[in-house]
């Protein structure tokens, strides 16, 4: 699958307190939260850090995502979405880990689609299916695909039948191997990468990979034949 292009930005208010990556987090932390920021996205993904809850966990980072038809217009936004992650140095038990990976994704679908009865199961398959294209291992999974049919009345009437779909889910991210040292007689020096660091970047890229294939856009760098995504939709909707 080819690497994500475009740009992370840095300047959410609160992206850097000590719960967010800052001076006072844990280096595994800080570490986690860096490889998140190394990560450059499709163009068509906008991707900026936003304020994390303060309650889920000891330490936790999120971003906000909006995938957008730069060939509309206006610049239609075709699907948005919200990744989190969450660390807890003493461990989770619900997690079986010390990192959590948490999102929640919206987006608008035609109603011709969002009527297939196995669209939660192709839906929550496509999150799996992102993560296993990257190569990437995870445990305890779990989430909810919910969609909402909207129809309009009154003043309002003239607008079309809509369809949102939303995922929420989340997963423990697999930590990295440990690392061969360079050099065996100097294996009590410090690893590039320690222990208990998952490869938050890959996972931040599987993750916008899953939001562009909800948006209706083929995968980056291809054009495979047999390639399924969410048709976009037809147009920009009034408000």
Do not use: K
Request: charged letters at 25%; hydrophobic letters at 40%.
């Amino acid at each position: 699958m080819a690497a994500v292009q475009g740009h992370l930005s840095n300047g959410a208010d609160g992206a850097d307190g000590p719960d967010a990556g800052g001076e006072g987090a844990p280096l595994a932390f800080r570490r986690a939260v860096a490889g998140l920021r190394a990560v450059r996205v499709r163009p068509e993904v906008e991707l900026d850090p936003t304020p994390p809850p303060r309650r889920l966990a000891p330490f936790s980072y999120a971003l906000e995502a909006v995938v957008a038809d730069a060939t509309a217009d206006d610049e239609e936004e075709l699907a948005e979405g919200r990744l989190i992650l969450l660390h807890d140095p003493a461990g989770h038990d619900a997690w079986r880990g010390t990192f959590r990976l948490v999102t929640l994704i919206h987006a608008d679908l035609e109603p011709e689609i969002a009527a297939d009865p196995l669209l939660p199961e192709v839906c929550w398959s496509w999150l799996t299916g992102a993560l296993e294209a990257r190569g990437l291992a995870c445990s305890e999974p779990s989430g909810t695909v919910t969609r909402a049919s909207s129809h309009y009345f009154g003043g309002i009437g003239e607008r079309e039948p809509s369809t949102r779909i939303e995922i929420r889910a989340s997963w423990t991210p697999s930590d990295h191997p440990s690392p061969e040292p360079a050099h065996p007689e100097r294996a009590d020096e410090a690893v590039a990468e320690p222990l208990g660091v998952p490869d938050t970047g890959a996972h931040l890229a599987a993750w916008c990979d899953l939001l562009c294939q909800i948006a209706g856009l083929p995968p980056a760098g291809t054009t495979e034949a047999g390639v399924v995504s969410l048709p976009q939709r037809r147009g920009p909707q009034p408000r």
